[in-house]
């Protein structure tokens, strides 16, 4: 889907892993980040999810597509501040969502299966706020801590010394269980400790995770062929 392996300019990928109510979904997302702003632009955000039996495919690509569209808001703009106990957004001129003009491409895959039917209800949204974090540290170096991810948070960050964790033995393990070259497994590595050990662990005793996975780092013809 979303040709991992290929070469960019000016934009960078991320990916992430997830398991919600026995559904499993990989997302990676495609962003450019203007530095001398902040402002982060995610252009492409692409979506492997293994929900089992697919009972309604088309109500399903809606939660998908809705799910993301939520996650990309609050992963950029949705933020609530406080003053003398009240909140001091008062409507959306101040309160800012995703408005049709900021949503990316998103590239929807639904790969059914034989195993039971699990859950869709907003299993598109805990994927993109990582995926987004991770493709910022894979562009810049620098980790982003919370969300939203707004543009004085990542000039802040950007001022910031970068630090990043090489772990041989997850290393060879994501080697492994993306079925990627070594030198594309690397890109993967730039991740924080923990969320690289729960993505290695899910991927080592889940045959499905495994699967998605791949569906979301290939290219597009090598998924429908």
Known sequence: MSD???KREGTSLG?????????LVAGVAEISLDRATGKIKVHNYWI????????????AQAQVESAIVYGLSGALSEELSMKDGA?????????????????????I???AS???????????????APAIGNAVAQLTGKRLRHLPMSSDRVKKALQRTAYLF??????????????????HARDLLKVDVLNLMGATA???VSPRARRIARAALRSEEAVNA
């Not at 957004?89 to 049709?100: G, I």
Request: charged share 20%; hydrophobic share 45%.
């Open 166 to 183: 090489f772990l041989a033995f997850a290393f060879r393990l994501q080697t492994w269980a993306f079925s990627l070259p070594y030198s």
């Open 114 to 128: 034989d195993n039971p039917p699990t859950g869709m209800g907003e299993v598109g949204i805990p994927c993109v």
């Open 15 to 23: 990916i992430a892993l997830e398991e919600k109510d026995e559904t």
């Open 48 to 59: 492997a999810v293994d929900p089992g039996l697919v009972v309604q495919p088309e109500n």
């Open 202 to 204: 899910l991927l080592l």
């Open 4 to 6: 991992w392996s290929r």
């Open 87 to 107: 909140v001091q957004q008062s409507n959306f001129n101040d309160y800012h969502v995703m408005r049709m003009s900021d949503i990316p491409e998103l590239h």
């Open 109 to 111: 895959k639904i790969m």
